[in-house]
């Protein structure tokens, strides 16, 4: 059993809970960035309008220009940060997207280092049966020579291993997968 495809598994695994993170973020900003555009917008208008009152207050002398070019700065200001949100509302679903083809692309990893590291488990398994099943085999002929000696049809060998080794229930095979993944820690 390679004990590296467990640390990919874990890498790969805590890559994915990062990108679903970063994706949950996004989202959440993406709603902060509605509600702030909304926001900028009515305050760019209404900035506009001060911005206008103030131009004319200058041009009769009512306030110096440098209360008019204040009312333009602060315009100016506003129209950066609309734009700016507005910029980041343009990006959110393409940045969102590119995170989903991360995500599953991790997936993909994670399902194929998985099925290979299982597979890894069995041969393990299937090759200790093997090499400690000399006495089970000897067992099961004897038995299947029995059937045949004793007048009967010989059942087929697998049937034979069937009738000795039942296939487990349903309950004992989720039990068993509920250990396999406690014992195994890339799940």
């Known amino acids: 059993m390679a004990e590296y495809s467990t640390e990919i598994i874990k890498n790969l695994l805590a890559e994915s809970e990062r990108k679903t993170e970063q994706t949950t973020l996004l989202e ?3 709603l902060e960035d509605i509600a702030l555009e909304s926001r ?6 209404q900035a506009e309008i001060d911005c206008k009152k103030a131009v004319k207050a200058a ?3 009512e306030i110096d220009e440098v209360e008019a070019n204040q009312k333009y700065s602060e315009l100016n200001v506003l129209k950066n940060e ?5 910029q980041r509302l343009e990006l ?5 997207e590119e995170l989903q083809k991360e995500i599953s692309s991790l997936n993909d990893k994670i399902y194929f280092n998985r099925r290979r ?6 041969k393990t398994i299937v090759s200790e049966l093997a090499a400690n099943n000399k006495k089970i085999i000897e067992k099961l002929l004897a038995a ?5 000696c004793g007048g009967y049809y010989p059942v087929n060998w697998q049937g034979l291993v069937a009738s000795a080794f039942p296939a487990p229930s349903q309950p004992d095979i989720d039990a068993a997968i509920k250990k396999f993944k406690a014992e195994h820690d890339f799940w």
């Not at 609309?82 to 507005?86: I, P, Q, W, Y």
């Open 82 to 86: 609309l734009e700016k949100v507005r």
């Open 117 to 122: 590291l299982c597979e890894d488990i069995e």
């Open 144 to 148: 299947h020579v029995a059937t045949a």
């Open 92 to 96: 959110a679903p393409q940045v969102k």
């Open 28 to 30: 959440a900003k993406h």
């Open 59 to 61: 041009m009769k002398g």
């Open 40 to 45: 900028l917008s009515i305050q760019v208008k």
